[in-house]
Nanobody
């Protein structure tokens, strides 16, 4: 069973930075693309960024392009999300998830596996 532990969330001022981490277990991590999602209060969970299994390709939702960077360390079974120039609209609970299928997946339409972790809270004050 997949276990995902997100960390690194905090309360920051607009313009600040945070680095989120997600440690995964229960899967052969290096075989799966990974994605980050977020859920703002009262809204549905939305896609933020994805990275292929080897870390050579990434994709971002338009609102975070140029500000966020997704990366991974397959030796540590961990995926990261570096968030710079944070805005109040980035506030939410951030979740990671492996792709539904191993190997190649289309990062543009990243299919999450489900079985979400507890997430990590990011709050950006204006």
């Amino acid at each position: 069973q997949v276990q995902l532990v997100e960390s690194g969330g905090d309360l920051v001022q607009a313009g600040g930075s945070l680095r989120l981490s997600c440690a995964a277990s229960g899967i052969t991590f290096g075989n799966y693309a990974m994605g980050w999602f977020r859920q703002a209060p009262g809204k549905e969970r939305e896609f933020v960024a994805s990275i292929n299994s080897l870390g050579g390709a990434t994709y971002y939702t338009e609102s975070v392009k140029g500000r966020f960077t997704i990366s991974r360390d397959n030796g540590k079974n961990t995926v990261y999300l570096q968030m710079n120039s944070l805005k109040p609209e980035d506030t939410g609970v951030y979740y990671c998830n492996p792709a539904k299928y191993s190997g190649y997946v289309r990062l543009l339409t990243f299919p999450p596996r489900g079985s979400w972790g507890q997430g990590t809270q990011v709050t950006v004050s204006s």
